[in-house]
């Protein structure tokens, strides 16, 4: 089997890291509408113009980073095992997410639905990475 371009195991740990700091970023973005005020600019787009805030940006980017690079780095002994259950994961992950999806198109609307495709930008990742984690425990746990 061919093996898969993967980020350095290290990659993982940084990723792991980012955590705390994006998490935090986003909930208090979504739930108290908190905004870095040195990342406010004028976009002068329109009749009126609009302030914005890079914050919600600023923490869906480092969500994303951070996702991937836990999801895409190596582990510490890669072998073909490994790369099968990660292929296996990740076709779960689709799978799960597109069920996800279609559940969600029938049961929200409007504006409702706009932040439901918001969070559905990292379902695929978080649910890649959840999978493939009990799959590895229950294979080290097997094989012990």
């Not at 113009?49 to 996702?67: H, K, P, S, Y």
């Not at 780095?73 to 073909?80: A, L, R, T, V, W």
Request: with cysteine; aromatic share 16%; glycine share 6%.
């Amino acid at each position: 089997m061919q093996k898969l371009p993967l980020l350095p195991h290290v990659c993982q740990k940084i990723g792991f890291v980012l955590i705390l700091p994006f998490l935090t970023l986003g909930i208090a973005f979504v739930g108290w509408d908190y905004n870095i005020s040195w990342l406010s600019y004028h976009n002068g787009a329109g009749l009126l113009g609009t302030n914005d805030n890079l914050t919600d940006e600023i923490a869906a980017v480092g969500t994303i980073i951070r996702l991937m690079l836990i999801a895409f780095s190596k582990e510490k002994i890669e072998d073909e095992a490994i790369q099968f259950f990660r292929l296996a994961s990740l076709q779960w992950a689709v799978i799960v997410n597109y069920i996800i999806l279609m559940v969600c198109i029938l049961v929200w609307y409007g504006v409702a639905f706009l932040s439901v495709m918001t969070y559905n930008m990292f379902t695929i990742l978080f649910i890649f990475i959840i999978r493939f984690r009990v799959v590895l425990f229950q294979y080290n746990k097997a094989s012990v």
